[in-house]
Structure formats: C-alpha cells, structure tokens
C-alpha cells in the first residue's frame, strides 16, 4: 500500500480515495450528494497525514455508508492515482488546492442499502443501487474521465 509521505504533489492536488461498492447484481452504490442535491456519486474522502490510502478507505467506508469492513469483501484496489480538477480552487485546512488525486478500491457488499440519515459523515441524502453507465453518464463533468477509468478498469472484477 502506498503511504502518502510516499507522494510528492507540487501542483496542489488533494489526496484521495474513492470507493466503487457493488453487488452481485453488478450495481453501483451511489449516494445523492447532500451539499449537491441531483449528483449521485460514489463514496470518497481526503487521505489524512501519515495514513496509507487502504486506512483511509477504511476510514471514509464508515464515515459515508455506516458500513464496516466486516459486511464487505475488497476486491481490487486500481493500479494508478487518477486526478481531476475541482469546479473551482479551494481551500482546506489553509492549503490551496486545484484538484484531487485519487486511489480508488472496488468492494463487494450484497447487503441492504445503507441509511444516510444514520452515518456519521453526512455526505448523502440517500444511496441507491445504480447502473455504471448511468452514473458516468450523469456524473458532472469535472469527474467524468475518473469515473470512466474507474469503471473501465473494475468492470472485469465485478462479482
């Protein structure tokens, strides 16, 4: 597992992880995002200092579904950091970033949606269970080409 003192980013990308849930019915866990009504996402979240990105996507699957590592089976964890650029520069905890750069992970859970109302990170209004397709195709267009990797390389692991 990488750890991030193992990443050097002088361009101000924020590190990340991004998780791609599904199940045997080759469906997505997407959440409608709480602070964007209208734009279903999967879960993700920053990678905090001295932690590897595995920790932190352990950490971030709690905090947004509620889920434990004990209800899902990881399957693959993508080869590559993929990036994009954010609608607009922001900053978080007064460092300046122009993006995010990501280390995704493919899970399978075959339970019943998570509750959003009862996580303890309310990223989402609520989850549904959703098509690949749809969610790259209606994804805004800033995530658009990671959301297409992401599928692009897990497709082949999907239960």
């Not at 493919?106 to 996580?119: I, S």
Request: hydrophobic share 40%; with cysteine.
């Amino acid at each position: 597992m990488t750890q991030l003192k193992e990443i050097i980013d002088p361009q101000n990308y924020r590190l990340n992880v991004g998780i791609m849930i599904v199940n045997r019915k080759h469906k997505i866990l997407a959440g409608d995002a709480f602070h964007y009504p209208g734009e279903w996402m999967m879960p993700q979240g920053g990678i905090d200092p001295l932690e590897s990105a595995y920790e932190a996507m352990q950490r971030e699957l709690l905090e947004e579904t509620g889920l434990q590592m004990n209800q899902v089976q990881v399957i693959r964890e993508h080869d590559n950091w993929l990036q994009y650029l954010f609608r607009k520069p922001q900053y978080k905890d007064d460092v300046f970033y122009i993006g995010q750069r990501q280390k995704w992970f493919l899970l399978e859970y075959n339970g019943p949606l998570p509750d959003a109302d009862t996580v303890q990170h309310r990223e989402f209004r609520c989850f549904d269970w959703v098509d690949a397709q749809w969610l790259v195709d209606q994804i805004p267009a800033f995530k658009k080409s990671v959301y297409r990797a992401v599928v692009t390389e897990f497709r082949p692991y999907f239960p």
